[in-house]
């Protein structure tokens, strides 16, 4: 049986290169990769052709929620494995709808990590079991472009700046602050913000 490849995504130079070490003690492993933002996981991924890409979500240039998505768009064959702090039920909808195989928090145990990316190689799935139970008994309430506009307006862009970034009047983008804002029964956009944050669905 021959190894499986795998590239490792990680910002944090410590953690990432810890990962790599870890992954490299299992025979049938290989690290093929590593990338500490999430535009040199997709560049990696594309041109190496890795079985699994293991990410974190929060990164430099592209989330791991992005480069999975992108990788999916590209009809890319590698399976995506988020590994994250973020035990947060809104981050795994978001990650299986983008198409990631697996999902598991950073405080598991490194063998648990070793038979995840076993079981996404091979075609299966690797999800924490509790997270995986609470993730459905909430469903995330926002639109994509509601997410998008109050994603720009908690990094302190005006209305009229998320407007010009996203070819929309601003109307209109007042209109989904607006609906975001009520959907999450929040006082203003920074509440709306913080509490989409919260339950992983920024």
Do not use: H
């Not at 810890?18 to 997709?42: F, H, N, P, S």
């Not at 988020?82 to 405080?107: E, M, Q, S």
């Not at 070819?167 to 929040?186: D, F, H, Q």
Request: charged share 25%; with cysteine.
């Amino acid at each position: 049986m021959s190894a499986i490849r795998v590239l490792v995504a990680e910002d944090q130079t410590m953690i990432l290169g810890a990962l790599a070490a870890l992954l490299e003690i299992e025979k049938d492993l290989i690290v093929v990769g590593r990338a500490d933002t999430g535009t040199a996981a997709l560049e990696l991924a594309l041109r190496e052709g890795p079985d699994v890409l293991l990410t974190d979500i929060e990164m430099p240039g592209m989330s791991g929620l992005d480069v999975a998505a992108e990788l999916k768009a590209r009809g890319s064959r590698a399976r995506v494995i988020i590994l994250t702090t973020f035990a947060r039920p809104g981050y795994l909808r978001r990650a299986l709808d983008v198409g990631a195989c697996g999902y598991l928090l950073k405080d598991a145990p490194s063998s648990r990590l070793a038979e995840a990316i076993r079981t996404v190689a091979a075609g299966g799935r690797a999800i924490d079991p509790e997270l995986a139970a609470e993730a459905w008994s909430e469903a995330d309430p926002l639109t994509d472009r509601e997410r998008q506009v109050l994603r720009l307006a908690d990094e302190g862009l005006t209305g009229e700046a998320i407007a010009r970034r996203l070819s929309l009047s601003e109307g209109t983008v007042r209109n989904y602050l607006s609906e975001a804002i009520g959907k999450l029964g929040a006082q203003n956009r920074v509440e709306a913000a913080r509490l989409a944050r919260q339950k992983g669905w920024l």
